[in-house]
């Protein structure tokens, strides 16, 4: 069983407001992701990280912005929530090895926003 | 443009029947093959992983396939139950970057009537 978790499961919310949603693993990876999905659609990588300091924008455009000042904290950031943020955002977790291509990527439950 | 098709988009069978779900990529340099189970609402739990040298592998009732030359992948599911239903997502990571890249498929919505 993974153990990556985040935080809330589901969140309204009203428009403009700041919100943070919290993603914690304790597997001691150094990647960390998070993945946007909207239903019936597949997930789309919006930010990653290979370790402390670390961040970079995935292929999605996103206005969230993400930290990474522990390995096992990868927090996720609007600052003005807007309806178009409606949406499920997974956070993910694997290895970082010399290979990296072949380790397994863990998800959390997911976080489903509702921006009013 | 490296892409995963699913097929079909959903699947309707009754308990005890077996079914097949597939993947077609183009997602090159191909690294690895994965099949994810993604309940209602939650987020993806892997079922099997395969590299390119591999033809097919086995998770309890679920058998995985590749065709890395043909670029396509099959999902089987024996004696279905009804905790079988849930989405089904092929997830394809490449060599191209230091990331090793995820190509997500849209998943096969698959639902299992008693």
């Known amino acids: 069983e993974a153990d990556i978790y985040q935080t809330p499961r589901y969140l309204v919310i009203g428009t403009g407001k700041k919100i943070t949603l919290e993603c914690s693993q304790t597997m001691g990876h150094d990647k960390m992701y998070w993945y946007q999905q909207d239903p019936g659609m597949e997930l789309h990588l919006i930010h990653y990280?290979?370790?402390?300091?670390?961040?970079e924008k995935g292929d999605l455009s996103s206005e969230s912005t993400v930290s990474r000042i522990r390995t096992e904290h990868f927090p996720l950031t609007l600052e003005s929530a807007r309806p178009s943020h409606t949406s499920q955002y997974l956070c993910a977790s694997s290895e970082l090895t010399s290979h990296f291509l072949d380790t397994e990527a863990f998800f959390g439950q997911g976080t489903r926003l509702t921006v009013v | 443009k490296n892409q995963v098709e699913q097929s079909p988009q959903s699947l309707i069978i009754l308990e005890g029947k077996n079914c097949t779900l597939q993947?077609?990529?183009?997602?090159?340099?191909?690294?690895?093959l994965r099949w994810y189970k993604q309940d209602t609402g939650r987020g993806p739990v892997s079922l099997t992983i395969?590299?390119?040298?591999?033809n097919t592998k086995s998770n309890g009732r679920y058998t995985a396939t590749l065709d890395a030359d043909t670029k396509q992948s099959s999902l089987h599911i024996t004696a279905s139950q009804l905790s079988d239903s849930a989405s089904y997502i092929c997830?394809?990571?490449?060599?191209?970057?230091?990331?090793?890249?995820?190509?997500f498929g849209r998943g096969t919505q698959l639902t299992v009537w008693p």
């Open positions: 993947c077609n990529y183009t997602v090159s340099p191909f690294s690895n």
């Open positions: 395969m590299t390119f040298s591999e």
């Open positions: 990280s290979y370790g402390v300091n670390s961040t």
């Open positions: 997830v394809v990571s490449d060599r191209g970057s230091t990331l090793g890249r995820l190509y």
